[in-house]
Structures are given as C-alpha cells and as structure tokens.
C-alpha cells in the first residue's frame, strides 16, 4: 500500500508538472495619468509551462505617460534549477489609441526540440532522472552561458520625459556602458578556465566579464490621425533591453534607468531610497 500511495503521489506530481499557467494584464491609462509597473523578476520553476500576455493601453492624444518593467530569472537558482522550465511566453503590447505601437515579445521554449541540440531554444521536454517533465536546462543552459536574466524597460509620455533624456544622452555619451559587456565575448560562447597543472580548458561556467548587457533603443511614435486633420503629436520614448548574470546586477540597471523619475514615483524599488 505504500509503494501505492508513493506511485499516486509521484503521479500526481508529473499531472501537476503538466498543467498550463497563464496571465493576463489588460490597463487602460487615462488622460494625463501615469501608470508605472515595476514588478519582482518572473521566476519558473523546473518544468513550469507559463505564459503571460500584457497590454497597456495610453490616451490617443499622447498625454499618458507609463513606465513598465517586465524581467524574468533562469529558475529558482538558489535550489539548483537553471533554465529548467518547459514553457516561458511573455508578451507586452503597448498602444496609443487603438494603434499598437510596441510589441515586445519573448519565447523560451524547451518543446518541439531535440535533446541536445544547441540550436535551438532548448532541449527536449522529455522525463528526466527523477521521472518528472524535463526542463529547458540543457540547451538553454548552453546558448545563455552565464545568463541567469533578462528583461526590458519601457519608458514613454510627458512624465517620463526626464528619464527618456537621460538615458538618451548617456546612450549618445556611451555612458550606460558602466553596465555594458566588457569582454567582448558572446553569449554562449566557450571561455578559458585556469586548470591546478597551470593549463586551461574551454568552459561555460569560468568566469565572465562582459556581463550585464544593455542596449537602449529609440521609440518615437505619433498619435494617430483623426478625420480633421489632428494627431500626429510625437510621443517620446525609450526601451532598454538587458541581460545579466545576477538580480543584482539587472536591479542596479533598473533603478538607474528610472532614477530621473523619482520625484515622481517618490520611491525606488528594489532597495531604493524614498524621496522625503
């Protein structure tokens, strides 16, 4: 009866480790208002199927402002697991009006795929060891190398004016390269370890020194035309895209891409100080 209940047990587990989570965020930012979302990384645990579609919709005559973090982890790192999830789809979709004018997506997916093949996004979604559904780890784990986050900033409207031209003028300056790769060395790619004889061996797991990566990108739309003649009206905007090896590497680069809006948020996530 035991080795039954410990089979049921085991059973239900895998069933579990089947189920899809899904997540849905639909906002509506008024006239003039500012909607900012700043949310704690998205983490999957070893076999999870999750996918998370976002949408943000701003006044058309441009006058909303929004400011969204949307940042995930490679798993619960502290318990072992890396890139282990079967599933990750998130998608963001920003619009002015009814016109989409930001589409942000990420897939990371360990089905459809061969195990072992490091070219594509993961490996197969076959049982591992421990007869539960097998994760993304294997190939993932050797496209990303040391990659344990990614994530993206937007930051658009009249109240996000002064962190867009921050971040535009340091881009311009080079000056965001503080968080910038510093090796040169591409994701994945093996990197020379030190051996005890005094030699060295190819491995993804030596240390690196180009991580984080960041890159900040332009997002200039117009609001759309109306019948008479109006619209448009420029809407300014950034979106800073990044990889890291650590949380607290991708934080440092969140809390300084938003730190011009601090008076306007009156505090800082992630650790950050209140305004008095």
Not at 42 to 71: M, P
């Amino acid at each position: 009866d035991g080795d039954d209940a410990e089979a049921g047990a085991a059973a239900s587990a895998r069933g579990a480790l089947d189920k899809e989570a899904y997540q849905s965020l639909r906002t509506t930012v008024g006239t003039s208002a500012m909607m900012a979302l700043l949310p704690q990384p998205l983490t999957c645990f070893k076999g999870a199927h999750f996918t998370q579609r976002q949408e943000f919709h701003l006044a058309a005559d441009g006058s909303s402002s929004l400011i969204v973090v949307d940042w995930c982890t490679s798993g619960r790192m502290g318990r072992g697991e890396k890139w282990e999830f079967r599933y990750l789809c998130q998608r963001n979709e920003v619009y002015l009006g009814d016109e989409l004018v930001l589409l942000e997506p990420l897939l990371l997916t360990a089905e459809g795929t061969d195990a072992g093949d490091d070219g594509g996004a993961g490996a197969g979604g076959g049982a591992d060891e421990d007869g539960e559904g097998g994760g993304g780890g294997g190939a993932l784990t050797r496209r990303f190398g040391p990659v344990n986050v990614f994530g993206f900033i937007v930051l658009m409207g009249p109240q996000a004016a002064p962190a867009v031209a921050a971040l535009r003028e340091r881009s311009k300056r080079k000056q965001f390269s503080e968080h910038a790769g510093r090796g040169g060395v591409k994701v994945g790619s093996k990197r020379p370890r030190s051996t005890e004889d005094g030699g060295s061996v190819d491995s993804t797991d030596a240390p690196v020194d180009w991580l984080p990566l960041c890159a900040v990108s332009d997002l200039n739309v117009h609001t759309p035309r109306t019948s008479d003649g109006g619209g448009g009206k420029e809407v300014d905007g950034v979106v800073v895209r990044f990889a890291a090896e650590t949380t607290k590497e991708a934080e440092a680069i969140i809390i300084d891409a938003i730190k011009p809006m601090t008076s306007v948020l009156g505090r800082l996530p992630y650790g950050g100080m209140t305004v008095c």
